[in-house]
């Protein structure tokens, strides 16, 4: 049963760059068993997995500054984080030219290097991504779309699963977005992947407490050397 200390709505102020895929997965199944409506403010930027969690929202807030990413799952591998669509697409390049015998000696032996177990890790991460955001889209930011903007057509359930893979797919294309580290604007969210966005742009006083409020937090942390913190009127908590 629902824990009667949380209330029906939870509005979750993001700035990330990134991380692992399967700690948004457990953290969005966590605060989906509490929470009815979550929202999500972006003040600066939700990269990466950021992405795919900020998508599990029933709405999203942005302004002109605000940034997602494309959902290019991160490994951690020798002391820094790494792409794993680039080790993906480079192997499929060097696959193709070993094909039709284009391959280069030095292309032979970074091809060598390549650990067959990490690509399958990869290639596993990057369909989870794809899943999770078509799943979280339907599920909640679609939840309430039944109506076509322009045409006012009725939208069925496959109507929401295909618009959620489009979404996932676009995001996911890296000769897209060029760039792993690639903020995409709110502008370009709205125009080009039809994702409904929540325009803070214009009202003047929300933003900025907005960011005063962003601020705070971000202080707060790097001065108690704090690297997550939790608070509501009810509960806080900090991780050091």
């Known amino acids: 049963s629902r824990n009667q200390d949380f209330n029906g709505n939870l509005t979750i102020l993001l700035n990330t760059g990134g991380g692992l895929v399967e700690a948004v997965e457990r953290t969005v199944d966590v605060i989906r068993h509490h929470y009815e409506i979550v929202d999500f ?16 929202g029933n709405s999203i807030y942005m302004d002109y500054f605000s940034r997602l990413g494309p959902i290019d799952p991160q490994f951690f591998m020798d002391g820094e984080w790494v792409p794993a669509l680039g080790y993906l697409e480079k192997f499929q390049e060097l696959n193709t030219k070993s094909v039709d015998g284009s391959l280069t000696p030095l292309e032979y032996a970074l091809a060598d290097k390549i650990d067959l177990a990490d690509l399958h890790r990869f290639e596993q991460a990057r369909e989870l991504s794809i899943e999770l955001l078509e799943k979280w889209l339907v599920a909640y930011k679609f939840k309430n779309w039944n109506k076509t ?32 580290s690639r903020g995409i604007s709110m502008k370009l969210l709205i125009d080009e992947l039809q994702l409904k966005i929540e325009d803070i742009s214009n009202s003047e006083n929300l933003q900025h407490k907005l ?22 009127a009810k509960y806080t908590k900090e991780v050091g």
Not at 45 to 54: I, K, L, Y
Not at 151 to 175: C, F, G, H, P, Y
Not at 226 to 231: E, M
């Open 41 to 56: 403010i972006i003040p600066d930027q939700a990269m990466s997995a950021g992405t795919v969690f900020a998508l599990s």
């Open 149 to 180: 903007q322009t045409t006012q057509t009725n939208v069925s359930e496959q109507m929401k699963r295909d618009r959620a893979n489009q979404i996932a797919m676009a995001l996911n294309d890296t000769k897209r977005w060029h760039a792993h």
């Open 211 to 232: 960011q005063e409020a962003h601020s705070f937090v971000i202080d707060y942390m790097q001065n108690n050397d704090y690297y997550a913190c939790f608070k509501s």
